[in-house]
């Protein structure tokens, strides 16, 4: 009978601990020494290299949030397990526990909110066009009849139709499965622009085969927050997230990220974006928020 009483109360710790650390990562991790680091592989903010090497402001930046918490808890080593994430699949694998945050280019909005927290903003999109040079598109209104590309399961797609039914013209949407594979249908003809995040697209032409045959274009679109997300209610990872990116903010290691991932040569092909950093984001690091795109302004 007391080997029957122990065997339970042993479930029930057993049992109680595994839903602690389902609502507390920060619980998980330092059990195991492990995290599981959502990654993009063709955004503006983060890519690949290939053979399993992330790279990029918001993939440096999550991996100096990691070493701070690494820190915090009084770990030796935490192993980084990078999942590499799509537009469709990444709030799934958020709230499905495969990946435990993500540092991508995720716009934090009031229909995500109900899915999955946000971490304070750390970038500042502005949605825009990217067109061939030649192409004589200069705004939404020279899209009559034009094919317009953008990427399946982005807020570009919702940004795209509301101004398409605001302007009142029509074209054809086509979409990428990931950023990549948007361009190509821009850069082989398939699609007169690609509408995206501005920082994306100017990744993207950076590293095209003839940078200069490619130019954004047009009105701001959209202005969107993108932050870090984590599953809902995860509270003591959010605060240790938002933590961290206050430490790289004050003193100074956010801003030289930003320098070197936007204003130097980036590999592979050591080509310069040339982003500088906006009035929008600045603002944003000077009043650390986690406010939704709809609380934002365009006008």
Not at 90 to 111: H, M, Q, Y
Not at 242 to 249: E, L
Request: hydrophobic fraction near 35%.
């Amino acid at each position: 009978m007391k080997k029957h009483l122990l065997a339970v109360a042993i479930m029930a710790l057993a049992s109680s601990s595994a839903f602690a650390q389902a609502n507390d990562t920060l619980a998980k991790i330092k059990d195991t020494g492990k995290v599981t680091l959502g990654v993009r592989e063709s955004s503006g903010l983060g890519y690949t290299l290939g053979n399993g090497k992330y790279v990029g402001f918001h993939t440096e930046m999550a991996e100096n949030i990691i070493e701070d918490i690494r820190k915090d808890l009084g770990l030796e080593k935490i192993d980084i397990k990078y999942q590499p994430i799509t537009s469709q699949n990444r709030i799934p694998l958020t709230t499905n526990g495969s990946i435990d945050f993500e540092c991508g280019s995720t716009t934090n909005n009031k229909a995500r909110q109900k899915d999955v927290d946000f971490a304070n903003t750390t970038y500042v999109e502005e949605v825009r066009m990217a067109t061939k040079a030649d192409s004589g598109i200069k705004s939404v209104a020279d899209l009559d009849g034009k094919t317009v590309a953008t990427t399946t399961g982005t807020t570009s797609v919702q940004t795209l139709r509301r101004n398409k039914r605001a302007e009142g013209v029509d074209f054809k949407e086509v979409m990428g499965k990931d950023h990549a594979d948007s361009f190509l249908l821009l850069e082989t003809g398939r699609a007169d622009v690609f509408v995206m995040d501005g920082s994306i697209l100017a990744a993207n032409i950076s590293k095209a085969r003839n940078p200069e045959q490619f130019e954004i274009v047009g009105e701001t679109l959209s202005v969107e927050p993108i932050a870090c997300m984590l599953r809902k209610n995860d509270d003591n990872l959010k605060a240790a997230i938002n933590k961290s990116i206050q430490r790289q903010i004050d003193d100074g290691t956010l801003m030289g990220l930003w320098d070197k991932w936007f204003l130097q040569p980036t590999p592979p092909a050591n080509t310069v974006i040339g982003l500088e950093l906006s009035s929008a984001t600045k603002a944003a690091w000077e009043n650390p928020n986690d406010k939704p795109m709809e609380d934002y302004d365009i006008d």
